[in-house]
């Protein structure tokens, strides 16, 4: 079973930046995809970001398309999410999730989660 740790989360203002780290337990071997998801107090869990690890393939929900950057670290085993100009509706817990067979990962219980890191964005 894999297991991620996540950090990197904070407090900022608005037009700040920040980066997110997951960090793999085992080797990427085994893991198809990963991605970030977010979940707002009140609103859905939704996909932020994503990546196949064996291709160049990205996905970005609409809202952080130009301002988020998802990359890939083999060697380390970990993938990061470079979010710059947070804006207040970034707000959110974020959650790192692996995913064996889809892309971009369905986020769902056969995949695995990490423990979430909280970021603030006042304005």
């Known amino acids: 079973q894999v297991r991620l740790v996540e950090s990197g989360g904070g407090s900022v203002q608005s037009g700040g930046s920040l980066r997110l780290s997951c960090a793999a337990s085992e080797s990427t071997i085994s893991i198809y995809s990963m991605g970030w998801f977010r979940q707002a107090p009140g609103k859905a869990r939704e996909l932020v970001a994503a990546?196949?690890?064996?291709?160049?393939?990205?996905h970005y929900t609409n809202s952080v398309k130009g301002r988020f950057t998802i990359s890939g670290d083999n060697a380390k085993n970990t993938v990061y999410l470079q979010m710059n100009n947070l804006q207040p509706e970034d707000t959110a817990v974020y959650y790192c999730n692996a995913d064996g067979s889809r892309y971009p990962p369905a986020g769902d219980g056969f995949g695995f989660w990490g423990q979430g890191t909280q970021v603030i964005v006042s304005s």
């Open positions: 990546l196949r690890w064996s291709g160049r393939e990205r």
